[in-house]
């Protein structure tokens, strides 16, 4: 294993108690309600062709149940069911590894510097638009506020 899975597996403690330390084959994960007091939580792997390992596993989870006033005048009571914070934990750390899965261990800087020229060329062509469809006696302050946005994305 790379010392950057290794590194993946280490900071994601809910996944890793609960089991899941093939962080890297990760492909996608579907929550469900099973009943008012239940979650299901199914991860699915993108195995190898030919692998014994399975495709998918379930984790159940337990809702907690809360009494709630409904009406201070009655006295009337009801139940409500809340989702574990363990639940809402290993979901949060899979959503980051979906995205370090599909677009895999990139340079920050590299991709800094692809956002800066893509935002440039973006507020160019926005400066070109404006420069065509507007009066004469609001441009200065167009222009003004577009080198301003220039001056912030290149402070990045």
Same mark, same amino acid.
């Given at each position: *294993?790379s010392?950057? +899975?290794?590194?993946k597996?280490t %900071?994601?403690? $809910?996944?890793?108690?609960m089991?899941?330390?093939?962080?890297n084959?990760?492909s996608?994960?579907?929550l469900? %309600?099973?009943?008012p007091?239940k979650?299901v +939580?199914?991860?699915?792997y993108?195995? $190898?062709k030919?692998s014994?390992?399975?495709?998918?596993?379930?984790?159940k989870?337990?809702?907690?149940?809360k009494t709630?006033v409904v009406d201070g005048?009655?006295s009337? *009571?009801?139940?409500t069911?809340e989702i574990?914070?363990?639940?809402?934990?290993a979901v949060a750390e +899979?959503?980051? +590894?979906?995205v370090?899965?599909?677009y895999g261990?990139?340079?920050?800087?590299?991709?800094n510097?692809d956002l800066k020229a !893509?935002?440039?060329a973006e507020i160019n062509?926005?400066? %070109?638009? =404006?420069? %065509?469809s =507007?009066?004469?006696?609001? *441009?200065g302050?167009?222009?003004?506020?577009?080198d !301003?946005?220039?001056?912030?994305?290149?402070a990045l």
């Open positions: *294993m010392a950057i +899975l290794a590194e597996v %900071q994601y403690a $809910a996944l890793a108690e089991g899941i330390f093939r962080v084959e990760i996608n994960y579907s469900r %309600q099973d009943g007091d979650d +939580l199914r991860v699915i993108k195995r $190898a030919g014994l390992l399975p495709f998918s596993r379930k984790y989870f337990g809702r907690s149940v709630v005048g009655t009337r *009571m009801e139940r069911y574990s914070p363990f639940l809402l934990k +899979l959503e980051d +590894l979906l370090f899965n599909q261990p990139t340079e920050p800087s590299t991709s510097k !893509s935002l440039m062509v926005l400066k %070109q638009l =404006i420069n %065509q =507007i009066r004469a006696e609001s *441009m302050a167009v222009n003004a506020k577009l !301003s946005v220039r001056r912030h994305i290149d």
